[in-house]
């Protein structure tokens, strides 16, 4: 896994928008290739965010750059950050810095620094690496904490002691990694761990912090796995005793989702409180995630079983698919196929059916003569339930159904 510079420098220019960003480093201040993008390069994959260190003002760093081409800056004062968008493409900047905490779980206090000090601060070894990409010292790797060996050892390790009480959403990130690499805790980073998940660590977190990590977590291809991990170190009911997860759950969840375009994430997460739906809901509300995703998970935890039940147990014409599926959640209809309900009719409300509606509308009746009122838009829902059922069909003929039900529902 070990490379040359020369290797490196060419894996360095290889990557998208290198090409452009190499010579406009020219007399900045010193910049490094940081963070994940360096471990995956030593994997030999693509990375996909391009994180810079610059031993100066990254902010300055990024409108010159922005300026020279011809792309722009975007500056965050907080953390010394700023990213800079050229043809659609993000390059991350930040400013090589130290972190300091007062109590357990706030964001840290920052402070600009070496790239020494910057790669100590940094979550885990594999991600404490920085390639130069300026003059000579281009493809140089820059690992003084033995991150090259504990990626070549397939292992995850803390930086020190205290990295889960500082920030335990590393807890999640290191469940992430191990399961994204196919990677183990080292040992003592495995003891630390539980010794902050038994110490309560996460309750100094913000519920949005661990939303973060946990959606990025159940995103992943092998979310599953993650579940796995999470329950092996008891961080499930660290994040509340009720969380009782099952990894199969999880894992069909994701794959209902993804068959039939509901969100992988959601639809896990759903999975996740699937056995406490309603023990669990001001916990999902605490997550301050947006609101549709929010609801999509309640939703899908309280109706997907009823739904399978529902479908497992006879055939359903069009129409009442459309009453049974029509007003749920996609993420409802994944979670219900993870619990054992017919593929079919879910697949066929999905591809078919959902998509099916009226030629006409009530501006349609009202020119007819109808008035304004419940009777025309019960016309309107019992024409749709015909033209689902195949007993209706082209303009003429749902014109002709709905001014005949409009009239009987008026007497």
């Known amino acids: 896994m070990s490379a040359p510079p020369s290797k490196l420098r060419e894996r360095v220019r290889r990557l998208p ?41 990254a902010r300055s760093t990024a409108r010159t750059l922005a300026d020279r081409m ?43 620094a070496s790239l020494a000090e910057d790669l100590r601060r940094r979550d885990f070894t594999v ?12 493809g140089h790797l820059y690992d003084p904490h033995g991150g090259l060996g504990d990626l070549e050892a397939k292992t995850i390790r803390v930086m020190h002691d205290r990295s889960f009480v500082d920030d335990p959403t590393r807890l999640l990130r290191a469940v992430r990694y191990a399961t994204r690499l196919g990677f183990s805790l080292e040992p003592e980073t495995e003891r630390l761990a539980r010794e902050a998940v038994a110490g309560d660590a996460l309750a100094t977190v913000s519920g ?27 961080i499930h009911t660290a994040l509340h005793p009720e969380l009782d997860p099952d990894p199969d759950l999880v894992a069909s969840a994701a794959l209902g989702a993804t068959a039939i375009g509901a969100d992988r994430g959601v639809s896990a997460l759903a999975a996740l409180v699937e056995s406490a739906p309603e023990k669990l809901d001001l916990w999902l509300a605490d997550l301050s ?18 739904i399978a039940q529902a479908l497992r147990e006879r055939e359903h014409a069009p129409s009442e698919l459309r009453a049974l599926l029509g007003r749920e959640p996609l993420e409802a209809l994944a979670l219900a196929l993870a619990l054992r309900a017919p593929a079919e009719p879910i697949l066929r409300w999905v591809t078919d059916l959902r998509g099916v509606g009226l030629e006409i509308s009530g501006d349609d009746l009202l020119a007819a003569g109808v008035p304004e009122g419940p009777a025309l838009g019960r016309a309107l829902e019992e024409t749709l339930r015909r033209k689902l059922d195949g007993l209706v069909s082209g303009r003429e003929q749902e014109l002709e159904t709905a001014l005949q039900l409009a009239r009987e529902h008026a007497q």
């Open 289 to 306: 995630l947006p609101a549709d995703e929010r609801d999509a998970a309640s939703r899908a935890a309280r109706v997907a079983d009823r």
């Open 208 to 234: 949005a912090r661990i939303r973060d990590e946990l959606m990025d977590l159940l995103r992943e291809t092998e979310a599953p796995a993650g579940v796995e991990l999470l329950r092996d170190l008891e």
């Open 70 to 112: 011809g792309g722009s800056a975007r500056e965050y004062e907080r953390f010394g950050t700023a990213d800079v968008n050229v043809g659609g493409q993000t390059l991350h900047l930040v400013t090589t810095r130290e972190e300091s905490y007062g109590t357990p779980g706030e964001l840290p206090r920052v402070a600009q």
């Open 17 to 57: 928008g290198m090409e452009r960003l190499l010579p406009a480093l020219g007399g900045l201040p010193p910049a490094y290739l940081v963070g994940g993008a360096v471990r995956d390069l030593l994997l030999g994959g693509h990375p996909v965010d391009i994180d810079i260190a610059i031993e100066g003002d």
């Open 127 to 138: 991600n404490a690496m920085a390639i130069g990409l300026t003059g000579d010292d281009l």
